[in-house]
């Protein structure tokens, strides 16, 4: 959201050199170093983060444990994918020829569907 709001704005930042922060709810974040490259602008702005961002779900504090707890997002039945990637299923064989236990598999909601 942040190269997006430059993009928009009169910054420049083909050169520079940046940390990304990523963290999620759990226990885990990253710093990535970079460097911001040439058509970053153009690139910034196809991503339609804002876009996204703007379909955001309010959560009661129940309604996050249970999707957290169960891993599962048919736990919140009113929110249906539509125009995006989504977690079809994750993955859970653990055989001595193929293990993907924890891998997750995503799939691309075109119309409305549920995941």
Do not use: C
Request: charged share 30%; proline share 4%; glycine share 8%.
């Amino acid at each position: 959201a942040g190269m997006e709001d430059a993009a928009r704005g009169e910054v420049e930042l083909a050169g520079k050199d940046m940390v990304a922060i990523g963290y999620g709810s759990g226990d885990a974040s990253e710093a990535i170093p970079m460097v911001v490259q040439p058509g970053w602008r153009a690139a910034s702005l196809r991503s339609n983060i804002d876009g996204a961002l703007n379909r955001a779900v309010t959560l009661t504090k129940e309604e996050y444990e249970k999707i957290h707890d169960t891993r599962r997002a048919d736990a919140y039945p009113a929110y249906v994918p539509v125009d995006e990637f989504y977690i079809q299923r994750r993955g859970n064989r653990v055989e001595p020829a193929f293990q993907d236990l924890g891998i997750e598999y995503y799939d691309y909601a075109v119309k409305a569907t549920r995941a």
